[in-house]
């Protein structure tokens, strides 16, 4: 994949939504297949909104859920994922970040590591460095369509 296309797609993912939360998801085992991967974000978007929304989540209109956004990096050596979550108000940030604390992640990835940050204008660019394939792109878009 060329630089130019790359940027084209990190500035598309920029622009999706006004993003909250850079995260950092590694596994910390080898190897982890691709659907594996996305097998475990879509489960970890359906636990957050399980936990923001009640157990009735999956019945909310598309827009009152939250937004997320991976690229995966290094699935043949070093699995892991850079992301960007919009969370539905009146959340934010720091319930994302409670419970990620609490063993949200390690659900999934029972070796694994995340890092969470604020959003800063750019993640996209460095969450898509060495994007070799669209495929490694993944949207809760993927996960809602009904």
Do not use: C
């Amino acid at each position: 994949m060329t630089p130019d296309i790359r940027k084209a797609y990190a500035d598309t993912l920029e622009t999706q939504a006004q993003w909250q939360a850079a995260l950092t998801l590694v596994y910390n085992e080898w190897p982890v297949s691709m659907d594996r991967i996305k097998q475990d974000l879509r489960g970890l978007h359906r636990m957050v909104d399980q936990q923001l929304l009640g157990r009735r989540f999956h019945l909310r209109p598309i827009h009152e859920r939250s937004q997320m956004w991976a690229v995966v990096e290094k699935s043949d050596t070093y699995a892991h994922v850079h992301a960007a979550w919009k969370l539905p108000p009146p959340h934010d940030i720091s319930k994302l970040e409670a419970m990620l604390a609490g063993g949200l992640w390690l659900t999934f990835a029972p070796q694994g590591e995340y890092n969470i940050q604020e959003y800063k204008f750019g993640w996209s660019g460095y969450a898509t460095k060495s994007l070799q394939d669209t495929a490694d792109i993944i949207d809760s878009a993927d996960f809602l369509r009904r």
